[in-house]
T-cell receptor, first 111, second 114 residues
Framework: DAKTTQPTSMDCAEGRAANLPCNHS???????VYWYRQIHSQGPQYIIH???NNETNEMASLIITEDRKSSTLILPHATLRDTAVYYC????????????FGQGTRLTINP | DAGITQSPRYKITETGRQVTLMCHQT?????MFWYRQDLGHGLRLIYY???????DKGEVPDGYVVSRSKTENFPLTLESATRSQTSVYFC?????????????FGPGTRLTVL
């Protein structure tokens, strides 16, 4: 699985959009970008995933650059409950199903 | 209740004792996983299972044993607990279907080995 690089920490004001970047310059053609988050003391929670098209669900939007070497997770109206560690993971969609977690980005939403 | 549950939620044991952590899911997901999370290491995969009676090692399997006789259960056993196995353990499951294989995590078990 391709390696990802994320900022260690970020801050965002409540009600504003939180944009979390992820670099994955060695991504292969059959690898997807997945985002999970972990709120303090809880198990990780799936947010969204995509291959090359932008994706949106009820939680977030995922913007993947045309060359697929980077992506941005967007939380459109961040709330205090979105304070968590966010993990960007790149992996193939078939196969052993394993997830390799990096250190993630610690996002703090400020009132 | 539907979902994925872990028991116990908290466990204190002594070095050398055998400990079993339980994981149960009600979705009939094919895949199940065990991770441990330590400060400074993030989540690391211990073992995973693709189906009943099929298991495989992850990144850090030493000192752990798993079994999966039924699809819904995936117990993790520490045969002789060591202090280095003090950690938070998360179980997860996944349908394992193409296009639909996100993992769903349990609430975790906090294990302390004295």
């Amino acid at each position: 699985d391709a390696k990802t690089t994320q900022p260690t920490s970020m801050d965002c004001a409540e009600g504003r959009a939180a944009n979390l970047p992820c670099n994955h310059s060695t991504i292969s053609g059959n690898e997807y970008v997945y985002w999970y988050r972990q709120i303090h003391s809880q198990g990780p929670q799936y947010i969204i995933h995509g291959l090359k098209n932008n994706e949106t669900n009820e939680m977030a939007s995922l913007i993947i650059t045309e060359d697929r070497k980077s992506s941005t997770l967007i939380l459109p109206h961040a709330t205090l409950r979105d304070t968590a560690v966010y993990y960007c993971i790149v992996r193939i969609i078939q196969g052993a199903q394993k997830l390799v977690f990096g250190q993630g980005t610690r996002l703090t939403i400020n009132p | 209740d539907a979902g994925i549950t872990q028991s116990p939620r908290y466990k204190i044991t002594e070095t050398g004792r055998q400990v079993t952590l339980m994981c149960h899911q009600t979705w009939s997901h094919s895949y199940m996983f065990w991770y441990r999370q330590d400060l400074g290491h993030g989540l690391r995969l211990i073992y995973y299972s693709a189906a009943a009676d099929i298991t495989d090692k992850g990144e850090v399997p030493d000192g752990y044993v798993v079994s999966r006789s039924k699809t819904e259960n995936f117990p993790l056993t520490l045969e002789s607990a060591t202090r280095s196995q003090t950690s938070v353990y998360f179980c997860a499951s996944s349908p394992g279907l193409a296009g639909y294989n996100e993992q769903f995590f349990g609430p975790g078990t906090r294990l302390t080995v004295l």
